[in-house]
T-cell receptor, first 111, second 117 residues
Framework: GENVEQHPSTLSVQEGDSAVIKCTYSDSASNYFPWYKQELGKRPQLIIDIRSNVGEKKDQRIAVTLNKTAKHFSLHITETQPEDSAVYFCAAHNAGNMLTFGGGTRLMVKP | SAVISQKPSRDICQRGTSLTIQCQVDSQVTMMFWYRQQPGQSLTLIATANQGSEATYESGFVIDKFPISRPNLTFSTLTVSNMSPEDSSIYLC??????????????FGPGTRLTVL
């Protein structure tokens, strides 16, 4: 089955700096890669996603890149703000709408 | 997106008892899933809830422990049976919307925080 690894597990940045979270996946058939943000005590919320026919996608301060050959994808947050502090999960989707999640990254943005 | 609700939002239960968690969506959805999130951990898929038939369980999860029902396109239940402290987790349902052109996108319910004493 699919295996998704996520790094780093914790990330601390100063407000205004950029943050990058990286994930690798094992199943070359995976074709959809969402990113979720989970604030403490809340549900995971989809923040951005990318499909296998696209190499990069951007939404304001958030961007995701995908390298299918290397089987890795990354989340980039620019101009970080304290409200970006949360746990971020990457996921990979292959057949049957099954998502496999990475282990999560706890991002702390220091004011 | 859809409005997804879960009941109860949290519960504290005694070991050996069972708890049924409900997931209700305000629109018809194609697929419903149940996940477990242990404290400080990632999300692990328990099963896919299939309408009108038995759920499809992932490795490590069995029907006797986690019976699931899905009587229609908007509702599902997950029961955690014969609970032990190791079952203390957040249980989340997620859905794929039938009206969304992005059929892969999953949206999560608010979760049920279960503590077993």
């Amino acid at each position: 089955g699919e295996n998704v690894e996520q790094h780093p597990s914790t990330l601390s940045v100063q407000e205004g700096d950029s943050a990058v979270i990286k994930c690798t996946y094992s199943d070359s058939a995976s074709n959809y890669f969402p990113w979720y943000k989970q604030e403490l005590g809340k549900r995971p919320q989809l923040i951005i996603d990318i499909r296998s026919n696209v190499g990069e996608k951007k939404d304001q301060r958030i961007a995701v890149t995908l390298n299918k050959t290397a089987k890795h994808f990354s989340l980039h947050i620019t101009e970080t703000q304290p409200e970006d502090s949360a746990v971020y999960f990457c996921a990979a989707h292959n057949a049957g709408n099954m998502l496999t999640f990475g282990g999560g990254t706890r991002l702390m943005v220091k004011p | 997106s859809a409005v997804i609700s879960q009941k109860p939002s949290r519960d504290i239960c005694q070991r050996g008892t069972s708890l049924t968690i409900q997931c209700q969506v305000d629109s018809q959805v194609t697929m419903m899933f149940w996940y477990r999130q242990q404290p400080g951990q990632s999300l692990t898929l328990i099963a896919t809830a299939n309408q009108g038939s038995e759920a499809t369980y992932e490795s490590g999860f069995v029907i006797d422990k986690f019976p699931i029902s899905r009587p229609n396109l908007t509702f599902s239940t997950l029961t955690v049976s014969n609970m032990s402290p190791e079952d203390s987790s957040i249980y989340l349902c997620s859905v794929v919307l039938s009206i969304s052109w992005q059929a892969d996108t999953q949206y999560f319910g608010p979760g049920t925080r279960l503590t077993v004493l």
